[in-house]
Every structure is written in C-alpha cells, then in structure tokens.
C-alpha cells in the first residue's frame, strides 16, 4: 500500500490508473488518508527521508513543488474553500529524481 501511495505521489497519476501491481486503489487511498490525518505518514516520509539523505541517495540539485486541486464530493466538510470552490489542495515536494520528500494537504 505505501509503495501505491508513494507511487502516486511520485507520478501523479490518477488513483483509479494506479498499476495491478499495488492493492486497489481505494485501498491505497483510504490508508494514506487515515495515516495523513493521524500523521503517520509524515513521520515515515520525514524518516525515509532523513535516512535517504544520510546515504547520499537524495540528488537535491533540482526540486520541484507542486500542487493538484481535487474536488469535494458533495461538498464535504472537511473541504476548504479555494479560489475555484470547496476542495483540497495538495501540496508536493520532491527531488530530481521525484522522491517525495513532503507533502502537505492545505487545511
């Protein structure tokens, strides 16, 4: 499941596009919610990272911030208000090589 929520993470391909290889995308998705929102997640990205970093594997010579806006189902409330309407906007930085080193969903 982490290696399809990395997995999307690095790519930015749709959840519903994600390979067979990983567990169905729900799956996927639901637990990187549950752990986003207890702030698992975060610490495991925030170790990964540290221990990538420390073996000389992150190439910190180009980095890229992006982020995605995706709708509310049914104006869900837990959704923000953005310039285009009630959403989530997701945040990500990653490295050259598009290792996810944070993410952030604007609350």
Same mark, same amino acid.
């Given at each position: 499941?982490?290696? %399809?929520?990395?997995g999307?993470?690095?790519? %930015? ?12 995308h729900?799956?996927?998705?639901r ?5 986003? =929102? ?5 610490? !495991? !990205? $925030?170790?990964? $990272? ?5 073996? %000389? ?15 509310? =189902? ?6 923000v208000? $953005?310039k285009?309407?009630?959403?989530? =906007?997701?945040?990500?930085?990653v490295?050259?090589?598009? !290792?996810? !080193? ?6």
């Open positions: 499941m982490l290696n %399809g929520c990395c999307v993470l690095r790519t %930015g391909v749709p959840w519903h596009d994600l390979p067979d290889r990983y567990p169905p729900r799956t996927c998705h637990g990187l919610q549950d752990r986003r =929102k207890n702030g698992v997640f975060s610490d !495991l !990205l $925030t170790c990964l $990272t540290e221990d990538l970093r420390l073996r %000389g594997k992150i190439d910190l010579t180009d980095g890229f911030v992006d982020a995605s806006f995706t709708a509310a =189902k049914k104006g869900a409330l837990s959704s208000l $953005t285009r309407g009630n959403g989530n =906007k997701i945040v990500a930085i490295d050259r090589r598009s !290792l996810p !080193l944070a993410t952030r969903e604007r609350e």
